[in-house]
C-alpha cells in the first residue's frame, strides 16, 4: 500500500500519497478557491503546482493576489507573448523593458515597425496559443547544451549570461517551439493566462494583465508620458555607460572598469541635479520645492544634494520635515485593520502646516514644531524661521506630490519632484530587474545597519511599505514637474556583499523565505564591486550602505 502523507491546508487535514503531483491535489479545491492557483508554499517554500508531494507539510495555495502569484502569471504570459511576436514578425527580437500603465512595457526589433495591426496579429496568436491550453514544460539541463539552445536560437543575451552561471545545471522552459530561461517559476500550461490584453505604445507595446489588488479584471491602460520619458532617459544612460545587460557590467567589473563604471554613473547623477536646480533658480517663483518618492528612493540624500546645488545658484534654501507636523498619535487615523495609519495625509496637521507655509511666504516669523516620536507628541523648542525670497522651502515627504498637502499654496509657487529607483539595468532580454526589488534590497541593507531591524522583519514589512506607496504616491507621479531616477547602474554588484548574508538569515521557517530566496537566486549572477573607493561621500547609495558625509 502507498505511503500516506499528512497535507495541511487552510481547509483542513488531508492525506496524500507521496509523489502526488501538487496540480492534482488543487483540483480537489477548486470548488473553495476564489482566484486561480499558480503555484503552491510546501512549508513557506513555493513550489510549482508540476512539482510532487515528497514530505508530510503545511500546504498553502498561491493566486493571483499575492505577489509570488502575480510574478508568475506576468512572468508566464510574457513567455507567451514573446513566441507569438516571434511567429508573427519573424526573425524580430523581443526585449522586456519596464513596468508602464498598469502593465509591462515591452519593444520588438525588426525592419518593419510596429503598428496597431501588428499588435493585433500578436494578441490573436496569443489568444490561440492559449486557447489550446499548451503545455509549458521544464527541463534540467547542463549549462553548457543551454548555450547551445540559445546560440541555435541566438538568443544571444542568454549566452553572455550564461558565462558567470555558478551551477553546472540551469533550468529551461519550452511552450511549442520556443525555448528560454526565466528566473522564476511559470504556469504548467497556456490555458492559466486567458486575461490579458495588449495595447500598442509606440514604439513599443504594453502587455496588460490583472493585478493582485484585483486578480479578476485586466486593467485600463493609463498613460504615463512623463515615467516614460524617465525610463527612456535610463535606457540611454545605459548606452553612454555600455551597459546593456546584467553580462555587460560584469564584463566592466572583471576588467577592472567597476571605478570609472561609478564615475560616470555619479556624474549623470550630478548633472541631472544641477539641471534641475538650474530650472528652479530660472524661475523666481518656485518658492516650494516638494520632493516625493516610494521607500528606500533615496529622496533624503537627492534633497541635500539639491540644496547644494542651489546655493550655488545663489540662493540660500532652508528644508522643513513634514514628520514635525504629524498630529499627536492619540489623534492618528487608523487603516481599514483599526492600526495606527502614520502614513494616511490626515497623520498630518495639514491646517497648520499650511497656516506656517503662507506666514513664511509673508515674509512672516513661524516657530516650526518638533515631533518628538517617544511621547507620541508635538513640542515646541524654539526654532523660530523666517525666510527671505532667495529662500526657497524644501520639503521631503510621501504627500509632497499631492495638492491636498498644500492646498493654500498656489500652483505656480510650487515645484514638484518625484524621486525613485527606476532600474536602467535588466538580466537580459526576458528577465527585468523590478524596481521594487531594488528598492527592497536597498531598505534591507539600510534597516540592518542602522534601525536594528532584522532582514525578515524588513521582508515582512515591505507588502504594507506597498500597499501605502500605491495608495499615497504612485497615483500622484505624474503631477511630478520633474523625475530624477535615483538608481545607479552598478549598486547591485556594491550591495551585492551587504544583502546576500542577511537574506541567507531568513531560512524556511520565515513566512517571507520564498521572497528571501528568490532575490538570493537573483544576486547570484552578479560579479560585486569590492572597491567602494570610487563611490563618493555624496552617493545615494551611501544612504544605505553608509560612508555618506549626509
Known sequence: MAEKLKVT?????YHYERKTVFLDIVKDFEGRLSSPVVAVKVDNDLKELTQELNKSCRLE???L???AGERIYERSLTFIFIRAAREVLKGCRVTVEHSLGKGLYCELHHENKLNKGIVKQIEERMREIISRDEPITKEHIPVQKAIQIFEADNQMDKVEL???????YINIYTCGWLKSY????????TGYLEKFRLHFYYPGVVLLYPKKENPDVVPDFVDQPKLARIFKEAEEWGEILNIGHLASLNDHVLKGRGGELIRI????H???IGYIADTITRNKQNRIILIAGPSSSGKTTFAKRLAIHLKVNGLKPISISLDDYFVNREDTPRDEEGNPDYEALEAIDIELFNDHLVKLLQGKKVEIPFFNFTTGEREYTGNFVRVTEDQPIIIEGIHGLNEQLTPLIPKDMKFKIYVSALTQLNIDDYNRIPTTDTRILRRMVRDYKYRAKSPGETLKLWPL???????????YQEDADIMFNSALVYELAVLKKYAEPLLKEVDSSHPEYPKAKMLLEFLEYFIPIENEDDIPKTSIIREFIGGSCF
Open 182 to 189: 526565466f528566473y522564476g517559476y511559470l504556469v504548467p500550461s
Open 65 to 67: 493576489s499575492s505577489e
Open 265 to 268: 554613473a555619479e556624474a549623470l
Open 61 to 63: 495555495f498561491v493566486d
Open 465 to 475: 511599505v506597498r500597499r501605502g506607496e500605491e495608495k499615497n504616491i504612485f497615483p
Open 9 to 13: 491546508t487552510p481547509f483542513g487535514v
Open 270 to 272: 550630478e548633472k541631472k
Open 162 to 168: 550564461l558565462k558567470y552561471r555558478k551551477k553546472n
